[in-house]
T-cell receptor, first 113, second 116 residues
Framework: DQQVKQNSPSLSVQEGRISILNCDYTNSMFDYFLWYKKYPAEGPTFLISISSIKDKNEDGRFTVFLNKSAKHLSLHIVPSQPGDSAVYFCAAARGSTLGRLYFGRGTQLTVWP | SAVISQKPSRDICQRGTSLTIQCQVDSQVTMMFWYRQQPGQSLTLIATANQGSEATYESGFVIDKFPISRPNLTFSTLTVSNMSPEDSSIYLC?????????????FGPGTRLTVL
């Protein structure tokens, strides 16, 4: 049972434009959400996170938006750069199960010049 | 964060054999985890490696198939036993408890396993 879903396996964006990666979840008990980036032959790298008490968190070019009523979050990258090309994983956690992360299947982002 | 290394980085193994994967962290960490990523799938937690006690396994994973050791706060091993082609995956260790949020985990580079 996939509790975290990334329905778009791939996204292609031109350099300089905005990339929007989407993630949906089914478990209303999730209260912390994370985005990871993964390059080939490397492990996932933590990118940005958001607590359920917030609806937005920003870090440089990366912003994560959380819509709890829709059980939906998105990652915005502005402006997109070719170096952002990677697989992006959405993950969710429950405070009651410390350390247990539930991952989506990932979205391959390609940023072309 | 922490520097996490895994050995081997990749291996090709015969059906029925076992492989032990090592995970080394450059600092003492509270939590260590083992994940599997099958082709085209998400990262799935296998178990939490507990220092000084038996690992805590997720549903669908058992100790006989995936024995785990964690002798200290910087090192852990995962063994994939009696392998079959279905065990072909990337195996990753991760550590947690390093930042203000205990939910943030940092991953090693992974071990790519192919079983023939």
């Amino acid at each position: 049972d996939q509790q975290v879903k990334q329905n778009s396996p791939s996204l292609s964006v031109q350099e300089g434009r905005i990339s929007i990666l989407n993630c949906d979840y089914t478990n209303s008990m999730f209260d912390y959400f994370l985005w990871y980036k993964k390059y080939p032959a490397e492990g996932p790298t933590f990118l940005i996170s958001i607590s359920s008490i917030k609806d937005k968190n920003e870090d440089g070019r990366f912003t994560v938006f959380l819509n709890k009523s829709a059980k939906h979050l998105s990652l915005h990258i502005v402006p997109s750069q070719p170096g952002d090309s990677a697989v992006y994983f959405c993950a969710a956690a429950r405070g009651s199960t410390l350390g247990r992360l539930y991952f989506g299947r990932g979205t391959q982002l390609t940023v072309w010049p | 964060s922490a520097v996490i290394s895994q050995k081997p980085s990749r291996d090709i193994c015969q059906r029925g054999t076992s492989l032990t994967i090592q995970c080394q962290v450059d600092s003492q960490v509270t939590m260590m985890f083992w994940y599997r990523q099958q082709p085209g799938q998400s990262l799935t937690l296998i178990a939490t490696a507990n220092q000084g006690s038996e690992a805590t396994y997720e549903s669908g994973f058992v100790i006989d198939k995936f024995p785990i050791s964690r002798p200290n706060l910087t090192f852990s091993t995962l063994t994939v036993s009696n392998m079959s082609p279905e065990d072909s995956s990337i195996y990753l260790c991760s550590v947690g408890g390093l930042s203000s949020s205990y939910n943030e985990q940092f991953f090693g580079p992974g071990t790519r396993l192919t079983v023939l």
